[in-house]
């Protein structure tokens, strides 16, 4: 069984940062991505910012320069590294990996950004 445990989330103003975590368990034979989602409020589920298992990263447009995925494969872990925050980054962000072909997400943490 694969668990995915992320740490992190919590009230921030605007302009602060905030450093997510995302730390995958249990039987892992083989990590073909990971990543971060975000939903807001009345709003869908969106991709924030992924690795590929070749290594490439990806960003949505709304947060590129201002947040920045990165790893320890190691320890099987994942950091989302988010400064500039606005107000509008206020969502629940949920890890999302693909583990030995099957698609695991994490218990989501909040992010609220707000003065």
């Known amino acids: 069984q694969v668990q995915l445990v992320e740490s992190g989330g919590g009230l921030v103003q605007p302009g602060g940062s905030l450093r997510l975590s995302c730390a995958a368990s249990g039987n892992i034979f083989s990590i073909y991505g990971m990543g971060w989602y975000r939903q807001a409020p009345g709003k869908e589920r969106e991709s924030v910012a992924s690795f590929t298992r070749g290594g490439r990263t990806n960003y949505a447009d709304s947060v590129r320069g201002r947040f920045t995925i990165s790893r320890d494969n190691a320890k099987n872990t994942a950091f989302l590294q988010m400064n500039s925050l606005k107000p509008e980054d206020t969502a629940v962000y949920y890890c999302?990996?693909?583990?030995?072909?099957?698609?695991?997400w994490g218990q989501g943490t909040q992010v609220t950004v707000s003065s």
């Open positions: 999302h990996a693909i583990i030995n072909t099957r698609e695991y």
